[in-house]
Structure formats: C-alpha cells, structure tokens
C-alpha cells in the first residue's frame, strides 16, 4: 500500500538486472519475462475486476473510469519495474516489435514485443490513472535510451507519435512533464539517425508541434521551462561541422507549414475546461499574431486562419 516502499523495489529489480549482467548470469531474461507477464496480467485483471460479466479484455482496451489520484499498485509498480529492468539491463536489452523481421532464438529478443507496446500505449494514453501513464511514459523513455536500434522500428515511432500527440495536452502536469521528457529523448534520437531531420519535419511535426509550441506557454513552471530548452534544442542551428545547412529547421518556418494544425489546437485549447491550459493558449495566439502576423515573409500563412483564432 506505500508508495515509497513499491518504487524501491522497481529500483532493486533494476539493480538485479544490472547485477545479472555485469556477471553474465542468465536470471535477468526470466525477471524481465516475468515483469512483462505481470504488467500484462495486472492490467487485465483490474480491467475486467468491475465487470464481472465481462470476459478479460485484450492490450487494446479503453480503462474504466476509476481512481484517477492515488496508485494503481501492482500495476503501476509493475511499470516503474520494467522500466528499471530496462535501464539495468542497458546494452543487453533489445525488444523486437517490429513485425516485418524474423526475430532470431537469441536471448537477448522478446519475439512478443509488439504486444507489450500496445499494452504501455493504452497505459499510457488511455489509463485513468495519472501515475499509470506517468510510469508507462517513463518506460518507453527506457526503451529508447536502452534498445538497439528501437527509434529506427517504424512501429515504435508510430507508436510513440499517438501517445505523446495526447499526454503532451494531458490535463495532469505529471504526465504532460513526463511526455515532455520522453518527447525531447524521441526528437534527439531521431536527429542522430540518417535522414531524421527530415523525418522529424515530415512526420512528428504534424503531430507534435502545436502541442510543443503550447506547452511553452503552460502554467506549471518545470512544464514551460522544460519545453523552451527542448525548444531551443531542436531549432537552434548545430554547431557540430558535420551538420550542414539543410540539417538545420526553421521554426518559423516549421509553424507556417502546420499552421492549419497549429490554429485548430489553439482555438480547442482556447476552450477547454482547464483555465490554465486556456490562458496558455492565449499566450500561444498572441505569439503567432506577433512573430508570425506582423512578419512580411510569413503572415500570408496564418492570414487564412485569423477568422477562427478571432
């Protein structure tokens, strides 16, 4: 029942696991198994607890309508678990989700993978319960940091699109922080790769961005700062000399390409129940009228959209 007392032991299952491979021991492999079975398990058995008459659901259920404050035990602690398992494992983790490729016998492969990411991406972005979707965003930043080759699986940069497109706007200031941190890791391991900075502009963008350039405006403090640093790292231009002019993204630019997107978030933003997030959007319209409007170069991209902002 303590929440104290359930993180630590998420903290000493990944000490195990860094334990287990720093000697070469095979027992990591049947803990993480494990933890992947108990999340599973968890998360159907208290799906289905108050609904008798209902059959246990599969990963791709919409969570009842519960507590949305306090734990979700196992669960949650299943969760922070497995993201500990993770990053104590580090290089020897790899999770194979990409269904296009045969996965191999080795030990070192979760051939089921792909059902194990649906399961974090309803915890996640359908879950009542805020710790429930904070932990699962913290896991999938593990996976990240921690899987070779992950950010370069289609599967799992759509999947990671559909979630942080909703808890970047969650309601909680836990999980829009912790979708922020996940979104910053995403867009920098995307950098790294060949091409990614045209992927990054062609495919996260449309999603991403309206939401990105809000959050700068948001009322919690480690939110807004958080998210003009991740800012100011995607759009200030690299001063590595491998990088070349093309590498570079415009934000302004970037705006005026999604700005339809752009102008539609804020005007629903504008008018939701969270008068925190509504004055942030008016903060955000304000700046587009400012940077955007007054600029010669750029104002004939938001002047179709000046009647819905009015």
């Given at each position: ?7 630590l032991v998420a903290r000493v299952i990944g000490s195990h696991a860094r334990l287990a491979c720093a000697t070469g021991h095979p027992s990591f ?102 710790h429930v979707r904070a932990a699962a965003l913290q896991c999938l930043e593990q996976m990240i940091h921690h899987s070779n080759n992950i950010i ?86 690299s001063s590595s000399p491998s990088s070349s002019s093309e590498d570079n993204l415009n934000a302004a630019m970037e705006v005026c390409n999604n ?52």
């Open positions: 029942d303590e929440p104290r007392v359930r993180t492999l049947q803990q993480r198994n494990e933890v992947w079975s108990y999340i599973g398990s968890s998360l159907r058995t208290q799906a289905a607890m108050f609904d008798e008459d209902r059959e246990l659901p599969s990963p791709d259920f919409q969570a009842p309508a519960l507590d949305d404050t306090t734990g979700w035990r196992s669960l949650e602690t299943n969760i922070l678990a497995l993201a500990s398992s993770i990053g104590g494992s580090a290089s020897h983790y790899n999770l194979s989700i990409d269904t296009s490729t045969s996965v191999s016998d080795q030990s070192e492969n979760i051939s089921d993978g792909m059902e194990y990411l649906d399961i974090l991406e309803n915890c996640a972005s359908k879950h009542i319960n805020r370069l699986q289609e599967t799992f940069v759509n999947c990671l699109i559909r979630v942080l497109k909703i808890c970047l706007a969650d309601n909680w200031s836990q999980v829009r922080m912790a979708a922020s941190v996940l979104h910053r890791v995403f867009i920098l391991q995307m950098f790294d790769c060949e091409g990614g900075t045209e992927a990054v502009s062609r495919k996260v963008f449309p999603a991403l961005l309206p939401a990105m350039c809000l959050n700068r405006f948001y009322l919690a403090q480690g939110v807004q700062l958080y998210s003009k640093e991740t800012w100011k790292l995607i759009f200030t231009p700005a339809s997107r752009v102008c539609r978030f804020y005007v629903k933003m504008a008018d939701a129940d969270n008068h925190v997030v509504r004055e942030a959007a008016c903060q955000a319209i304000a700046e587009l009228a400012d940077r955007l409007g007054s600029n010669p170069n750029y104002k004939s991209y938001l002047e179709p959209y000046v009647p819905m902002l009015l």
